[in-house]
């Protein structure tokens, strides 16, 4: 049943649903024929990539399909594995709660599953998403891994309690000496409040055996630390002292390079160091030789350039800040940029980057894909396209870093949750100029439209509106998608065609474009 | 001194579990202000009083109503009569005797007698349509103190004690053929008090209440963010959950004392002693909830996690997404109302199309389907046409009517009394001109406890 409902998606409830309501996905998918990137291991030229019950279960040249394997042949397609959104505020409500210690909270009350981002996510190929609040806290809510379908968030959830979010940089409104202070705060009551639990459960267990408390408050704060159980912890702080026992991770947001020492003995003082991830800002590269020295993984800030002018001479110096990273051989995940209009948005778009700017394909794929997933604690379940990983799999029509590919087809564990074929919002948005007025298919073929309608009935002038006539409306369906496209042939040869045409368009402005700079561009 | 002893309950309830907002600083500034406001509101009590006193007095003037007496006995004679009851019973050229305040007899005027005694009403080309149930009103108690909002979310206060019984808007809600509303506090906050099931005439506070609490009022989201610092989902739904956790905890540790399990008796708490009865299925948590992501956390939380009678009002926007989760709770045995309105329909800009609210909702397979109008945002009398709002968008008229009686009747526990026309139930009802969704139709004649509370033939409102 869960399946099922599935098909019918959170992301896509307005667009493209991908199976009719009712149609339970098949529990096993071979996808056959195509050239296989599995980020993990050697890339296979023609081949197999069987899911069964939503785990990939063989990848190779040549695969056994089971008899009962619905087989879909992506000859002349890539494959690649879903890609991992590694951080992102999008999906919830607002991007931060208002609140120096939020980390009671957790995502799961803010995530929107009928948001366009997650529908989005599924059009770049993004199967995976860590929702995790913003960067302006002192320390923030739990975060959540989830996938971009369903239709609650339970439904969606990959992983609950990713790991809480916390700033080392200041908080709007607040400087670095206020935000540390908070954060010393924070924590140093929880070692009070473990210390007066301590004594009250010591003094709770002896009631219960009848005794008197016969020790001093230390002694009894001594005695009882061992008496404490995990449920007594209040919400303000059982995610901190989980955090502290190093049982939650901690995504630590550090703005500038001058955040990161403090970080660092922060994360290593309180106890979360071996769990923790650094979000970085634009400039915090520059400690590269720190967080190297650190060694723990790291999340880019959505700009992969960082420019400066020198303030003496005013030379403008620029750093493309995966390449040091990368140099200094710290583990790294890229991040899709925030505004949908922007390159910056596709993951593979920012991947593709780093190789031009020198850092290794294997690498640059790594930050997209198994980077995102191990900082996730889903190295093993996530991330490459390997046997008993989830069958998340992007479909793409050619190799994934070139721009003018697209997304084809999603397939997360093992649902078809994209079909770039029955995309009617993109489809829509991609029509030539003048499509829309181009007349309709003979009648009975297409959607008829209201008016039509009405004509054919006997009795249809009483009252233009006669609410008694739900069924006769256009879409019986609610769920159903966007109102149906006029155009001729809503096909595989149709969209080819568009995109030819589309390519060639591009190509062009492209030459213009160039033209112009070699023409009067200042390096000319 | 209440604040005071709001806080200190709060922290006793909770046991182990503290506050986690340090609102208590922010409680000092809260509690003077509230203290000021408390004077004021004495003073304008004073003169509301005075105010509806006089009301009093003139209402018993003008209608000639005097509660000493007995309710009359009456015979409707009209044209058709609108059962809705489960078999969609419609009765054509009817009788309808009222007697103590109830129906004693419908049906066919051929088959059934006058007897003597009985004041024959003929209207012989009008309807009787069971009076209309409004779940989501504020009208019937003092506008002034629709929002109490001191905390982001106030469990302890009760709309009980903002009743107006004679108000003009009252008035205008039974001239409108409305009979039953649901006072609740407004949005502002959480979890903002508990409503008040009240008739639509009367002369005193008891007269007119039916139930107390009605419902405790829940406000998932699209409000509560204006509270104080400005506040998200994150943070309002981790607070609506957590206060009514310490409620259902604080109820659980009386029951399990009045079961004789334990012999430690658990501490009284005025502020949440009020909610036993929700746990106890008694009353409603009546939800001010829309958008698609909001709606599902109100079904997830209240409905299917806490397993509590959810009554989902306004339900608009892409509300409607939500119905699959809904089927699948109704048939998991949880109950859950969708009160939909005052917003008929919703524009969806991604996808250029304008959706029918309750149109969407009833398509997508939501049975339990009514109509609110959150009065005064829409005026009380214009209930019925929020539902023909619907019809215009593709909702079927007869769900409509049921959607303005039975159904909402159901949803507030009430449906053994009032939202049909069966004999043994209250006499409540409005005589229309004709079908009440058509707007041209007029409510001539209002009756609530077996006595005319409206008569347009005597004094008519429009």
Known sequence: MRRTRSCRVAGLIAACATTGAGAVPPAKVALTGGRIVPVAGPEIEKGTILIEHGKITAVGASVELPFDAMEVDVSGKVLFPGLVNAHDWQGLDIPNENLDIGAALDVYDAIDPSRLFFENSLRDGVTTVHIIQANNCVIGGISRVVRPIGLDVDEMTVKPRAGVKMSASPKGGYDRMAQWAILREAFAELADYRERLAEQRYEEEQKKLKKDVDVGPAEARKRGAELIRPQDYDDAHANLHELSQGRLDAWVYVGAATDVGPAVKFAKDNGFFERVVFVLGPDTFKAADELKAAGRPVVLDVNLDFRERDPLTGKLKETFVPKVIADAGLTFALLPHPDASLAERYLTYQAARCIREGVARETALAAVTINPAKMLGLGDALGSLEVGKAGNVVVYSDDPLDFNTWVEQVYIDGILAYDRAKDVRIRRLMEEPGAEEKPKAPAGDSAVSDPAQKEDKPGAGEGATDPAKPENKEESQPDSPAPPTPSPEPGDDGASVERASDRADRAESRRRKDNSKSKGGPDA | ?462
């Not at chain 2, 503290?18 to 203290?35: D, E, K, L, P």
């Not at chain 2, 406000?219 to 957590?242: C, D, I, K, L």
């Not at chain 2, 949803?411 to 009802?429: H, Y």
């Open chain 2, 1 to 462: 001194m209440r604040r005071q002893q709001v806080v200190g309950n709060r922290q006793q309830a909770t046991g182990n579990r503290q506050q986690v907002i340090g609102s208590r600083q922010q409680a000092t500034g809260s509690r003077q202000q509230a203290a000021g406001g408390e004077q004021q509101a004495r003073g304008k009590t004073r003169r509301r009083a005075t105010a509806a006193a006089l009301g009093v007095g003139v209402l018993a003037l003008l209608t000639g109503v005097s509660r000493a007496e007995e309710p009359p006995k009456l015979a409707f004679v009209v044209g058709k009569v609108l059962v809705m009851d489960k078999a969609d019973t419609v009765i054509n050229n009817a009788v309808v005797l009222v007697s103590g305040g109830r129906i004693e007899r419908v049906g066919k005027a051929s088959e059934v007698a006058i007897p003597q005694g009985y004041r024959r009403i003929d209207m012989p080309r009008h309807w009787i349509v069971p009076g209309f149930v409004d779940c989501h009103n504020h009208t019937a108690g003092s506008l002034s103190d629709l929002n109490d909002m001191v905390y982001l979310s106030n469990p302890g206060l009760d709309t009980l004690n903002t009743v107006q019984p004679e108000s003009d808007d009252m008035w205008m809600a039974r001239a409108g053929g409305v009979t039953t509303v649901l006072l609740i506090p407004g949005s502002g906050t959480n979890i903002s008090g508990f409503g008040t099931i009240s008739k639509t005439a009367g002369q005193s506070v008891s007269d007119v209440v039916v139930r107390s609490p009605g419902s405790i009022k829940v406000a998932q989201a699209g409000n509560p963010e204006r509270y104080w610092w400005g506040v998200g989902r994150m943070f309002m739904n981790f607070n609506t959950r957590q206060t009514l956790e310490k409620a259902q905890a604080y109820h659980e540790a009386w029951a399990a004392f009045e079961r004789g399990e334990t012999t430690e008796k658990p501490a009284f708490d005025p502020i949440f002693d009020g909610f036993r009865g929700l746990f106890r299925k008694e009353f409603v948590a009546s939800v001010h909830t829309q958008i698609y992501q909001v709606v599902m956390t109100t079904v997830d939380m209240l409905a299917r996690k806490m397993d509590l009678r959810t009554v989902l009002d306004h339900s608009e926007f892409d509300g409607w997404k939500v119905a699959p989760l809904i089927r699948e709770a109704l048939a998991a045995g949880r109950s859950i109302y969708t009160i939909q309105g005052p917003r008929a329909y919703h524009l969806d800009g991604t996808q250029r199309k304008i959706h029918g609210n309750a149109a969407r909702w009833w398509q997508a397979g939501n049975p339990l389907l009514g109509i609110n109008t959150d009065a005064p945002v829409v005026a009380q009398e214009q209930l019925p046409f929020q539902a023909a709002m619907g019809c215009y968008y593709g909702w079927v008229p007869y769900e409509g009517i049921k959607g303005l009686t039975r159904i909402p009747a159901e949803a507030l526990l009430l449906d053994d009394q009032i939202g049909t026309i069966e004999a043994g139930k209250q006499a409540e009802f409005g005589v229309w001109t004709g079908d009440p969704l058509d707007t041209r139709s007029a409510c001539e004649m209002t009756v609530i406890g077996g006595r005319i509370v409206y008569d347009a033939g005597v004094r008519r409102r429009w």
